[in-house]
């Protein structure tokens, strides 16, 4: 969807006027002044929300800016490593908007190439999408997914376990929970929670005591 309106936007909804006119007040040398002025009115007058609101305004704006970019990759570029790498880039960028449905789309689209850590965020990425939606059953399985990716890898792979544990845990799916966490802890006794004992301490909370 948001492709289609980017192309009808930039290629089909054009006027000789208003095309000259976009091209005014979309120039951002002759807002610059004014948008300075305004910042520092907030940053004076506009007290703790006021400077909130610009760090968030901000924010945004440059997130936005960075997503119209990489669409422009992804629509210019189809098929080509820039526009599938735009592909992980544009879906991390919506995740952090909120904007689920798109996240989800785009990070389906990338191909990590047989790069399995990158693999192993994606499918994270798209596990935190469903979360977000309420798609219990699609996000344990994609943060199940990136568990399985590399089991060689002790980093990401036992992240992955553990996250994939700890959703399980909040579902109410104890059983699972608790194969997950003790596969992390068999598995890759090196990695920092296990050392620690934290994987222990959320065993112990499901009832499963450590053997000493």
């Known amino acids: 969807m948001d492709q289609a309106v980017f192309h009808l936007i930039n290629e089909r909804w054009t006027h000789p006027v208003l095309d000259l006119f976009m091209a ?19 940053l004076i007058w ?15 704006l440059l997130i936005a800016e960075n ?22 880039m544009t879906g991390a960028a919506y995740l952090q908007t909120g904007e689920f449905d798109k996240a989800i789309k785009h990070l389906k689209e990338f191909d990590a190439n047989g790069a399995y850590q990158t693999d192993i965020k994606r499918d994270i990425m798209l596990g935190h999408a469903y979360a ?5 059953d699609d996000a344990l399985s994609y943060y199940k997914k990136a568990a399985s990716v590399n089991e060689k ?3 990401f792979t036992a992240d992955a376990l553990i996250t994939a544990a700890g959703y399980a845990a909040s579902l109410g799916k104890k059983q699972e929970a608790i194969d997950l966490y003790e596969k992390a802890r068999d598995n890759y006794p090196a990695y920092p929670a296990v050392q620690s004992g934290e994987v222990d301490k959320y065993l112990a ?8």
């Open 24 to 42: 005014v007040i979309s120039n951002i040398d002759i807002w610059k002044p004014f948008l300075v002025l305004l910042a520092i009115g907030f």
């Open 46 to 60: 506009g007290g703790f929300r006021g400077r909130a609101f610009l760090i968030c305004l901000l924010i945004c």
């Open 67 to 88: 997503v119209t970019g990489l669409l422009k990759v992804i629509s210019n570029f189809g098929g080509t490593n820039a526009a599938n790498r735009a592909e992980y």
């Open 132 to 136: 977000e939606q309420k798609k219990s």
């Open 153 to 155: 890898d002790e980093a």
């Open 205 to 212: 909370s499901l009832g499963v005591v450590a053997n000493n």
